[in-house]
């Protein structure tokens, strides 16, 4: 599976942006789709996941309750709806699929494609 990330963009703090990933293909309902990032210097982290079947959501503590996954079967995509931001949220941005069950690690994922740039300023 290929996937391709985009809607990242420069925003003020405080400001909102929703990145989309589009699937190359229908995937199993079984498979879980990630949002990471990385910043400048740093290495990639866990942002996000969500079951593709649906109900089933992760957020990693830097992100939770300012960032929602989400995603919409019929499209073969997955959002991330991102709120509050600020300033080091400030990466790229690169969505990925895993057949593990509730992953997190970088290792579990495949389908890695070019990223999205967000930058927040502050």
């Known amino acids: 599976v290929q996937l391709q990330a985009s809607g990242g963009g420069l925003v003020q703090t405080g400001g909102f942006l929703r990145l989309s990933c589009l699937a190359s293909e229908r995937l199993f ?3 879980f ?10 290495e990639r982290e866990f942002v996000a996941s969500i079951k593709w079947s649906g109900g089933s959501t992760s957020y990693a503590d830097t992100v939770k309750g300012r960032f929602t996954i989400s995603r919409d079967n019929g499209k073969n995509t997955v959002y991330l709806q991102m ?5 080091e949220d400030t990466a790229v941005y690169h969505c ?10 970088e290792s579990q ?6 990223g999205t740039l967000v930058t927040v300023s502050s």
């Open 33 to 42: 789709m990630g949002w990471f990032r990385q910043a400048p210097g740093k």
């Open 96 to 105: 990925a699929a895993s057949e593990v069950l509730r992953p997190r690690q």
């Open 29 to 31: 309902s079984s498979y």
């Open 109 to 114: 994922f495949r389908g890695w494609g070019q």
């Open 83 to 87: 709120n509050s931001l600020k300033p």
